[in-house]
């Protein structure tokens, strides 16, 4: 939708001052801070125009206007200026990665506090995907008699383990021989890269122990439902409940129960088609019920090509995009190569 210039200066002084203030902005206010050198009368018919035209709305107890979801959409897209993280920022950033770890749950945990702090919203971390996440090892150790457990090591550095049943004749050479030919088909595949044909390929190679094909299928079926659970890590919680948007008590509810909802954050950290940038999603724009008062900013990380996870920072309609955006990007960035070093490290 075409706008003249006059019309953006108004649109982009209403956005700016009510992100600030949370107060309706009227037309004495915008004369008098932003000297757009047109008179208040003028800046009355403009926003009546601008009203009219769906980028501003009035709320029913006040005579000033606020930004419509359509309003902030044509800021965020035509009138906002990226904001430039201060040297105390960035070092914020640099130094909460600054003490190595070799746990990718400790980083993600990391990422969500420096989130949180930096934007005063509440931050939002995908963990490594397991679908993106390749296979580095797999062992299976025999514990007693009838039990064993087996233990997956990711190239993300992730670890997870989990008892099993096995039958009672099966030995730890027996495990062995079933973790070396896992090893030696699934290595440095990714969850995505595993078809049918290599399925059949196992079983041809352990063919002459039929009594533990099923366990073979079995294990790899485990894998297959561990890496369902697919976590979120949040932080900064109470930062949004903070925000004068949010003091309705029937708002908080809903919101709280969607932060309690694992899938539906997932649904709002995917990112939209193949867009790998950074992404906003204003109000309505937001696929879950109980987000039309808020807005998500979220963008990938990933090392080389690979995308591993997602970071997302969720705060009201009345954000502050430009801020919000540039911490982002400049987070998934540095993520991205905290983690590419990191993983160089254990190979």
Same mark, same amino acid.
């Given at each position: 939708?075409?706008?003249?210039?006059?019309?953006?200066r108004?649109?982009?002084?209403?956005? $700016?001052?009510?992100?600030?203030?949370?107060?309706?902005?009227?037309?004495?206010?915008?004369?008098?801070?932003?000297?757009?050198?047109?008179?208040?009368?003028?800046?009355?018919?403009?926003?009546?125009?601008?009203?009219?035209?769906?980028?501003?709305e009035?709320?029913?107890?006040?005579?000033?206007?606020?930004?419509?979801?359509?309003?902030?959409?044509?800021?965020?897209?035509c009138?906002?200026?990226?904001?430039?993280?201060?040297p105390?920022?960035?070092?914020?950033?640099?130094?909460?990665?600054?003490?190595?770890?070799?746990?990718?749950?400790?980083?993600?945990?990391?990422?969500?506090?420096?989130?949180?702090?930096?934007?005063?919203?509440?931050?939002?971390?995908?963990?490594?995907?397991?679908?993106?996440?390749?296979?580095?090892?797999i062992?299976?150790?025999?514990?007693?008699?009838?039990q064993? #457990?087996? #233990?997956?090591?990711?190239?993300?550095g992730?670890?997870?383990?989990?008892?099993?049943?096995?039958?009672?004749? #099966?030995?730890?050479?027996?495990?062995?021989?079933?973790?070396?030919?896992?090893?030696? $088909?699934?290595?440095?595949?990714?969850?995505?890269?595993?078809?049918?044909?290599?399925?059949?390929?196992?079983?041809?190679?352990?063919s002459?122990?039929?009594?533990?094909?099923?366990?073979?299928?079995?294990?790899?079926?485990?894998?297959?439902?561990?890496?369902?659970?697919?976590?979120?890590?949040?932080?900064g919680?109470?930062?949004?409940?903070?925000?004068?948007?949010?003091?309705?008590?029937?708002k908080?509810?809903?919101?709280?129960?969607? %932060?309690?909802?694992?899938?539906?954050?997932?649904?709002?950290?995917?990112?939209?088609?193949?867009?790998?940038?950074?992404?906003?999603?204003?109000?309505?724009?937001?696929?879950?019920?109980?987000?039309?008062?808020?807005?998500?900013v979220?963008?990938?990380?990933?090392?080389?090509?690979? #995308?591993?996870g997602?970071?997302?920072?969720?705060?009201?309609?009345?954000?502050?995009?430009?801020?919000?955006? !540039?911490?982002?990007?400049?987070? !998934?960035?540095?993520?991205?190569?905290? %983690?590419?070093?990191?993983? $160089?490290?254990?190979?």
């Amino acid at each position: 939708m075409k706008m003249d210039e006059r019309k953006q200066r108004i649109l982009l002084a209403i956005v $700016k001052d009510y992100i600030t203030t949370a107060e309706p902005v009227g037309s004495r206010t915008i004369s008098r801070k932003y000297k757009l050198g047109v008179s208040p009368a003028t800046i009355r018919n403009e926003m009546s125009d601008l009203e009219e035209m769906g980028f501003i709305e009035q709320p029913h107890t006040s005579a000033g206007r606020i930004p419509s979801d359509l309003g902030y959409r044509y800021y965020v897209d035509c009138l906002m200026e990226r904001e430039q993280l201060t040297p105390e920022e960035e070092d914020t950033i640099i130094q909460g990665y600054q003490n190595k770890v070799r746990d990718v749950g400790e980083v993600i945990n990391r990422t969500g506090r420096i989130l949180a702090k930096l934007t005063n919203y509440t931050a939002l971390v995908r963990p490594p995907w397991a679908a993106q996440s390749a296979y580095k090892h797999i062992q299976l150790i025999l514990m007693a008699p009838g039990q064993a #457990i087996l #233990i997956v090591v990711m190239d993300t550095g992730t670890v997870q383990h989990q008892m099993m049943p096995v039958p009672e004749n #099966i030995t730890q050479q027996d495990l062995d021989q079933i973790s070396g030919v896992l090893n030696a $088909k699934l290595q440095g595949r990714t969850m995505d890269n595993i078809r049918l044909t290599l399925i059949k390929e196992i079983y041809f190679e352990l063919s002459k122990h039929r009594h533990i094909l099923d366990l073979a299928l079995d294990l790899l079926q485990a894998r297959l439902t561990m890496a369902k659970e697919d976590k979120v890590y949040l932080d900064g919680v109470f930062n949004i409940l903070d925000q004068p948007e949010f003091h309705n008590v029937e708002k908080v509810k809903v919101l709280l129960s969607l %932060l309690e909802q694992e899938d539906k954050l997932r649904d709002l950290l995917d990112p939209p088609g193949n867009n790998t940038g950074v992404t906003v999603r204003i109000g309505n724009e937001n696929p879950q019920q109980g987000m039309q008062n808020c807005s998500m900013v979220t963008a990938t990380y990933r090392v080389g090509d690979r #995308i591993l996870g997602s970071i997302g920072v969720l705060g009201p309609t009345r954000m502050e995009y430009a801020k919000v955006v !540039t911490v982002v990007d400049y987070m !998934t960035k540095h993520l991205s190569r905290v %983690l590419e070093k990191m993983l $160089k490290g254990q190979v």
